[in-house]
């Protein structure tokens, strides 16, 4: 493992941290007010940050140790991308959704 590997990963790991910070805190807005909208920001920056990165990270290290058939690339990388989709168009309907 080299160090820019291993930044890549510090780094990753840091902004999915982050990402749960502010989707947590979007959780307590949604709690606190009820605001539909922040529900679906929760949501969103949860997919967006944590959920891809994990899915990714796993996938990764499963497919590097030989874990599962590396024909399962293309899948884990369909799966990240539908969850970051998925992340965005709630973060979308979050600022674009009336009261």
Not at 36 to 61: D, N, P
């Amino acid at each position: 493992m080299n160090a820019t590997y291993l930044a890549i990963v510090v780094v990753s790991f840091l902004s999915t941290v982050f990402g749960l910070f502010v989707g947590y805190q979007a959780y307590r807005g949604f709690r606190r007010h009820e605001s539909t909208s922040m529900r679906y920001l929760s949501i969103g920056l949860i997919l967006l940050t944590a959920v891809t990165f994990t899915a990714a990270f796993v996938g990764s290290a499963l497919l590097q140790y030989g874990v599962i058939d590396p024909g399962l690339r293309n899948p884990f990388r369909l799966v990240v991308r539908v969850c970051q989709l998925l992340g965005l168009s709630c973060i979308a309907y979050s600022l674009y959704r009336r009261p």
